[in-house]
């Protein structure tokens, strides 16, 4: 599978804006069960970014067959999906616990290459869950390596429900509107310390971040949890999206022309 299998055809009102999007199920370190979780979570996302009119170069982190840069150059905006827990060594510390078994160094270069491109160029950055806590850690920052059972993963579930506080006066408040709202997510990890440039725009109840921003006017934002899981609220991830793509459309020229699709 080299990538989620999109609709052939958008709506012709949709001028194409041509963006990257980074997805890691598809390496040997992860189990199939994991797999085939972030495989569903990675259609859920290019089933809302094809409805949006983006022009989504799909890229398996693990086996990239293009270069970070030279694709970051290409695109109006990068989007960095889910994935494994992002190796300790990037952020100067040692593992703690089995849960390295899952780490890929592959996907860790690239997926960090790419977002420190799009941070360079300027163009807007979308990242969700795993893509976010690298996103801290390219910006200096370090992660909680378990948060434990609870709140933000439960034995068993691969999501759980739970609310976060979106704090007024960030971008994202101005996206989904501030104060409290019901999240899906399934995460052990966490931002620990906060990455330079970059604020908080969300906590859970119990004190973690549960979203980051950039502290200027560029177009910076990552969510800890999924708007793209089946369950989730579609209008949190349509909103986040369309905003996105206004972002990504005033970044540089729009490129007109049939959307490239994945093979299935």
């Known amino acids: 599978m080299n990538g989620p299998t999109l609709p052939a055809q958008l709506p012709a009102e949709h001028a194409m804006i041509p963006v990257v999007v980074s997805y890691a199920s598809e390496t040997a370190r992860h189990d199939a069960a994991f797999a085939d979780e972030l495989r569903a979570l990675a259609q859920g996302a290019a089933r809302a970014i094809s409805a949006t009119g983006l022009d989504a170069r799909w890229v398996n982190a693990a086996a990239p067959d293009a270069d970070a840069d030279d694709l970051v150059a290409a695109a109006r905006g990068v989007i960095v999906l889910g994935g494994a827990d992002v190796d300790p060594a990037l952020y100067g510390a040692h593992p703690d616990g089995a849960w390295m078994d899952s780490a890929d160094a592959a996907a860790d270069a690239f997926e960090a290459a790419l977002i420190g491109g799009a941070l360079e160029r300027g163009v807007p950055l979308l990242?969700?869950?795993?893509?976010?806590?690298?996103?801290?850690?390219?910006?200096?920052?370090?992660?909680?390596?378990?948060?434990?059972?609870?709140m933000h993963r439960e034995p068993n579930q691969d999501m759980v429900t739970h609310p976060v506080e979106i704090h007024a006066g960030t971008h994202l408040a101005e996206v989904l509107g501030a104060g409290a709202h019901d999240v899906r997510s399934g995460h052990h990890q966490a931002v620990g310390t906060l990455g330079t440039g970059l604020v908080v725009s969300a906590i859970a109840p119990d004190g973690v971040v549960e979203a980051i921003e950039g502290q200027d006017a560029r177009w910076i934002v990552g969510v800890q949890w999924h708007p793209e899981e089946a369950e989730s609220d579609p209008a949190q991830l349509q909103l986040l999206l369309a905003d996105f793509a206004s972002a990504a459309r005033e970044s540089g020229p729009i490129v007109d022309e049939p959307a490239r699709i994945p093979a299935a």
């Not at 990242?127 to 609870?150: A, K």
């Open 127 to 150: 990242t969700i869950c795993r893509g976010t806590q690298l996103l801290n850690v390219v910006c200096g920052g370090t992660l909680i390596q378990d948060l434990g059972d609870g």
